[in-house]
């Protein structure tokens, strides 16, 4: 079976750097995987983008050696199978605030009997090869973001669930929960402090820390304490950020 | 934050004239836009429209003032907040049976702290304004539907959960469930009844009532009495009647 | 193979109610054809259709009895023959202005030796019958736009063409072209005149004559006069009156 | 209402030869149904289809006289709702693992005051006809699928529920989730005496059984023993077995 | 009718800051057209986009105050015509080469009796108003490309074709006609005589003249000697640029 | 650039085996890709395939070390370049009836000055490399298809037109075409001497001839006779086949 980068990376302990697709196109998803990210992440949950498109932007992505993740829009086990199926390599759930759901995280995305992953890996076959089922399991990685006041209250418990590889911060959501204002990089200080409670607790646990950051500098300074899977802008992001540079320096004087 | 024109319509005890959409397609939801529907509502239940398909559908609202809405097909936090990200103004929610349902659509729809809203709103904030998320909370529309017996048991409990503006009555289904043949308008006494109630009791909790209708005659009688949203045919509907009516006049001896 | 019921129609001399697809949405297509058109004719000219949704909508047309026809955007060899693979059963083709351009109509919409269309009708085969090359030149229909003061001076040489079955009459390019208003049903004078002519020499040349229309009551009196295919409204036309008329009678007083 | 074709098969007592379909393209679906299928099943869990694609598929098997059939992904209401509306005529749901489970299969496929499926069966009504409300709930067929070693525990409960009309087994995952190896046909002898004891229940409790199987040969010695519902092989699996073989031959020395 | 901003600029003597689009998404175009440049053309001829993905985009950039244009593949009078039903403001054609070219593609960019587009726009009525037909003609922007040599030998043969608005100069093909590298910005002197030529060829004729740019520097020196359309980077190129930023500052020491 | 593993084959003396694709799925087509035929053609001529959807299938093939061919649907330069732009190793034009055709077919392929194709291959540059401007004249494969009496009177002359890489034989048309019936391996005599006159012209003339088959006898016994590039069946053809197979052998006593 296709080796999982993202497993190597971590074992080498480094950061890999996460571009994010929120932009429903195939070829869009192509431009963004032949430059080079460790990883691309496909978003479902605030992505413009539903399963059938998310198919097409892992083909895309499967024309380079980056590494396809999908982020789901809930913790629904049908839509969770069906992503892994379509050949995910990697999947981050959101709104992880419990140990019970951190266990249904990986019960789902685990084959029985380990798991109750139902079987039927049509493209996930393709790209992997013929041995995917043997070693999916260990093969396929389970981020659990972190991203309410509930979690942080659990995070030892939801940590603990065997199987879960790792663990990704919302900062955003994070914020809101605790009744901050939402950022991805300036957040308030009680936000700073719950995001290395959960680096440190993540350390403790032998679990991974991602985070979702808005520029280069806080996904570099968040890398050098500890996390080990970057976002940085999406690709939507990128289009607009473009558009706003160059309109600024064409209508400067 | 562009306003939620619904909204003001109904501070103002107007009764919005909403059309329905139940074809995926842009075009035909662009003509429908066009033609000075208050709000178009994408219906993602009983229409063929799934999430890919109903973001096209909003953009094509976009291009003109009618207010977005959209049906959803089920009370499903993934599925909610992808709508809310997507740009509907407000969300009709099916099957709401108890308070217990009615508080997690408020919920779902609602930011953190004081609801569950994953933070995200990646095309709301491109059509709304980059001020959308203070906003969002008191602009998007939250319409339950009322429309079996136990909703009907539990219907005072459903209208005190606070943040919920709305219910929206299907007499199709509300029929069914209290055994009688299922209609838009020409609804069996026992349905009646109920449908009379619930805009009782709506209004004595200051929530506003809407209703599904098959006919103009329905609607403009309903209005009459209270409904301050009617829905009136959809376009699937129109191409059967128009294509009905040429045919019967062209062979009409 | 499956018959043409258009050439049956015409045997019978029977005029044709045929309905306008310009939506591109199978669904909306589907809803059409089980209203009961005689034929229904998808239009890539002006329509919002291009080849791939042309042939979904097909496959809609034939859930039914309804007879599928096309108008291609263009007198093009490629997609003239892209849309007899996809299972037309007729195509119309806009602009013919000169004998030429009617004998290559007919030249590629035929097969070998006699014409000079390609052989591969991968969908027509599934839908009409293994039999199908043996019978398509036989069975397809082959429309000619009439619509220019060039064609028009050209019409009996256009007409003369053999294997050419009908002409449509567009009533509004023709009126532009004559350097009147455009318009489908009150033509002015000299378009009126025209439209006879055209008439009265497909007659001559055992040629049928079609004609698009506005209103059932143009259809009515223009089949009257001897047009066996008369064209009444079109989806989107029928969503905007639907819509018009619902809005119209809430709002009045 | 168009009849269920596979309904009348059982009451004769003969075996549906089932085919498959995980691609998510309308010509296929329609190549694959001109063949002479009994059924087709639309592959929503494991096949590489959304409910958008899903829609189109039925929209190809309509051409025919093939029964339409989906597998869903998930016991999911809102998903099943909508699979219903779109004019399948039974549906297959996964991990049917209790009688609870059971109980809310057949409850939202079924309408009020009965069941629980909301009503609005746009599709569905245009291709069964306008009687489709009255008799959907009993032409609709609604399998099991029977695939866990907890499924297998309360198998009796689960075959109990009233309503019930076929179970599904998966041999796949029924290995995985017996501690053996997945396999379709090959299966180890603890699953096959676990298929034995399921085929034995469902036809003490009168309900069909029903399996998937990867060859011509174990769906013929299935059909033999008393399955009455069997399907063989894919469309993707048939793209790649033809493929594989041609490419043999063509390097052969 | 909706007014057409970019006469408004050039009337004005300013020069329209153009974006380019050649992701087939309308999410992605609605993000770039929220940005604010003046114009933004689909490009359909080395754009991944296809004419139903165009009129998605199209869609999308109707939902701001820009104005829509489309660089169509090639001087193909169907695809010119649907191109504007769609409800281009403007168009692009490439390859011009002779002063027949030049007329040809303002022939099928007018309504008859002067031009010979032909009539019938459904979306673009929707957008301009109802008014259209009347207007469309003065309102259109018809820009021909310049980019071969023979088009610069027959420069004002094409320049004095009545009814052309604007000449488009591709740099890189222009380069290559005239057997230098292709550059967007930093073209051989050879290239660099030949665009001072048209611009002032242009000028004399009275006819715009624009230009496609690779950075803003480039288009600023362009737009201060003269060009009143100049096009910078592209949707594309801003993903790569971007991505390629970030990872060189994620992965610098 | 991405070397041309097509043009390694002839250079080794070896015959390409290439699979067909008629369905418009990237998934069938990832799945077809898989298999290991040495090439790939998208058919956009006779298939179910246009633009849009050739490049999702482009992609698909892409993710695989198979070459990916198109076959275009006529001799039309917008689509030619659009297509080789998309990232297409070879094209395939039909109905090449005479040197002129010929000419521009390479033309239209091939970049100034030399050529006359337009530069701009966004997705071409991303599959193939930065440097694909450089090499894509020498890199690309151009196949002319004889298929008509008049190309076989030509063919001389067209073989005779410099940088043509490849004729393609398609049997069926070219029956046809000397007034026989379509047929793609039982062709008549007639047909079976043209066929050999074309391969023994080919090879004089120092090009390769290519052809193709619906059934691997045909191919092995053409490789045999010189032919350097067979086709046999396409995705279509073994979803039918391989139904037909199963069914017959299901429904056998």
């Given at each position: 079976m296709r080796e999982n980068r993202l497993r190597q990376l971590w074992r080498e302990n480094r950061t890999a750097v996460n571009g994010w697709l929120a932009i429903p196109s195939a070829f869009a998803a192509e431009v963004m995987a032949h430059q080079g990210w460790d990883t691309l992440t496909v978003d479902m949950q605030h992505g413009v983008v539903d399963y059938q498109a998310m198919v097409t932007l892992l083909q895309a992505i499967s024309t380079t050696a980056t590494e396809p993740l999908v982020r789901v829009p809930w913790l629904d086990p049908g839509l969770l199978m069906k992503t892994l199926d379509a050949g995910a390599w990697g999947v981050i759930c959101p709104m992880i605030n419990t140990r019970d759901d951190a266990a249904r995280l990986v019960a789902w995305t685990t084959y029985a009997p380990r798991g109750a992953r139902s079987f039927g890996p049509v493209r996930a076959q393709l790209y992997g090869g013929a041995d995917y089922p043997a070693h999916a399991d260990a093969t396929i990685v389970r981020f659990a973001m972190i991203e309410t006041a509930q979690a942080l209250d659990q995070i030892d418990a939801i940590l603990?669930?065997?199987?879960?590889d790792a663990v990704y911060v919302g900062p955003s959501d994070l914020s809101l929960s605790l009744g901050c204002k939402p950022s991805f990089?300036?957040?308030e200080p009680k936000v700073a402090q719950a995001i290395d409670h959960i680096l440190e607790r993540a350390h403790a646990h032998g679990v991974v820390a991602g985070i979702h950051n808005g520029s280069v500098e806080a996904a570099r300074a968040r890398a050098a304490r500890g996390f080990r899977f970057v976002t940085v802008s999406s690709d939507a992001r990128l289009l607009a950020a473009g558009s706003q540079q160059i309109l600024q320096r064409m209508r400067a004087p």
């Open positions: 603990s669930v065997e199987g879960l990089d300036d957040v």
